[in-house]
């Protein structure tokens, strides 16, 4: 299927970079559409990871502020796994690695690839590369929190994966990444544990 575009004009770079980008497209009759205008919101690629210790059934999570969260309902401290955007990086494993020990301190020895997948390829051009990482719940944990200077303040705990589980049924977890983690997670654990 083709794809004529006829015009990208950056409208806004900041943290996020927003393009206006006027095409056409084939149609699936295999006529053109009239040309278009679209926005879309220029991420890049991140990482994800959920972590969890099989030997406990647990499941180790982070909270932290989500100005979106807070700006749709007033409640930004969101539950979530451990991610970070690869800024251009190509080893999306050793970007994973390092957002892992950044936001819990904790040093994982082997992280699994699952699968990637678009966050919302209706208007933004962000990919997420999900990972699973196993790790030891009763380590101690020294470090985390995020990165001062690029102001992050991030909680690590763990719980037992059924009350994870139950947080994403209440609706306390309700970031689609960590979702689709955790769903990913109760489909294959019995494998892991």
Known sequence: MKVKVHKIEDCH??????????LEYERFDGTMNPPMSFECLERGE???????DPENDYVGLI?????G?????GQGWCVEIVAG???????????????IEEETGLK????????DYF??????????????AHYDSQQV????????????????????FDDAWQMVRAGDINSATAIMAMQWLKLERNGLI
Do not use: W
């Open 85 to 99: 955007a690869c800024d251009g990086e190509s080893d999306h494993q050793a970007v994973a690695q390092r957002e």
């Open 141 to 160: 944990i020294n470090g985390g929190g995020g990165l001062a200077h690029e102001g992050e303040d991030i909680q690590f705990f763990h719980l037992p």
């Open 108 to 115: 994982i020895q082997k992280i699994q690839p699952l699968f």
């Open 119 to 132: 966050i919302s390829p209706s208007g933004t051009t962000e990919r997420i590369h999900l990972y699973m």
């Open 69 to 73: 969260a807070h700006m749709a309902d």
């Open 63 to 67: 909270r932290q502020f989500r100005i």
């Open 46 to 52: 991140a990482v994800a990871i959920i972590l969890y």
């Open 13 to 22: 770079k900041g943290f996020f970079q927003l393009q206006q980008i006027e």
